[in-house]
């Protein structure tokens, strides 16, 4: 059987190569579920923003939707990909998920990054996400609280990435 | 550190001395595990999201680009060797001089008006790609003293599920560079690296005209089958 490929890094110059139409924004085929922005600041270890890396984002369908070919936006559906501005900030712009705890899957790449970093946002209350299966080895960490957005108004969510030190992101082994 | 710096693992460590920018981007604590997987196929990529041509970087400027032509094709397949159809590849490259057409890119080397760099392609239902370009210069970089990256195309692969998102490096044989260089050398295992490097091979390329390389590129498997197949 082959055997896979490594990973390597992105680089920092990337942008211009894969940069699609409208960046961070979520293409659905239809208008269900409720229209989300995420907003944030991604920084390293030091504090300092992180203003050359492309984040990627995957989810479950927002109700009502259905996969299709051509989401009308010529992007591809359902999958987000946006850069970090200069300050480090980033805005997703989607539909809710499904789900009793909905969440995006997210994907970090930067140079200085030899792999993906993956992590999710979960756009729910604490309660709801402490009860995930899937997250079970975080149930009782202070950790988790990492993972989740924080709305400010209605369809609103603030969440930060921090790649490194204190209070640094959950990543997850891929 | 994490569970990645097994010295048997394919894919590097976060944390890699050798190349500086890991020192203050890779997570200090322990990846956590996911219990089950997040295993939604996709991402459907519209027919249009690749135009005729995209595969070519050689044909988009007024003139052909400098350098030494050739071509790039392999097949994209998982770890259980079946082909990885319809998935989206994308690429980007220095030109001949060694320079990234990107805001970014300060080496005092030529920008080539007829050469981006970039470029897409979907694979077809064997899982093939094919490319035409130019041979990418090395260049210098500020990792350390004397830095230079060997000569390389980055590829970027959708895949069919999360699980396959690869992004890596597609390295030339007999590069003297590659033995010295920190970001290849960050793949622990030899034969894993030596999977980044392509071969040359004659008939991959066009008779008279350019050189061809064969690179062969393996994602995990998937237990997802493809939205839409």
Known sequence: MPQRTPS??????????????EPGKVAFASGGGERIVITGRMTDGSGQPVGDAMIETWQRLPAGDAPAADSGSGNPYGFGRLETGKDGSFRIETRMPEGAAPFLD????ARGLLKGLRTRVYLADEA???????????????RLATLLAQRAVKGEYRWDIR???????????? | MNDMTRPDAIDPPYAHPGYRSTSLRAPKEELVRLAGAFDIAGPLVPQGFVKSGDNDLTIHGKSAPLGEKMVVAGRLLDEDGRPIRRSLVEIWQANASGRYDHPGDQHDAPLDPNFTGIGRTFTDDEGNYRFVTIKPGAYPWQNHKFAWRPQHIHFSLLGNAPVQRLITQMYFPGDPLLPIDPIFNSVPDEQARQRMVSTLDLETGIEGIALGYRFDIVLAGAKSTPLGT
Not at chain 1, 106 to 109: C, G, L, Y
Not at chain 1, 128 to 142: F, G, Y
């Open chain 1, 8 to 21: 390597q890094t992105v680089g920092p110059f990337f942008h211009e190569a894969l940069r699609w139409k």
């Open chain 1, 106 to 109: 997210v994907t970090i790449f």
């Open chain 1, 163 to 174: 790649l490194q030190g204190d209070g640094e992101t959950v990543f997850f082994a891929a």
């Open chain 1, 128 to 142: 709801k996400v402490r009860a995930e299966p899937m997250l079970k080895d975080l149930a009782s960490s202070s």
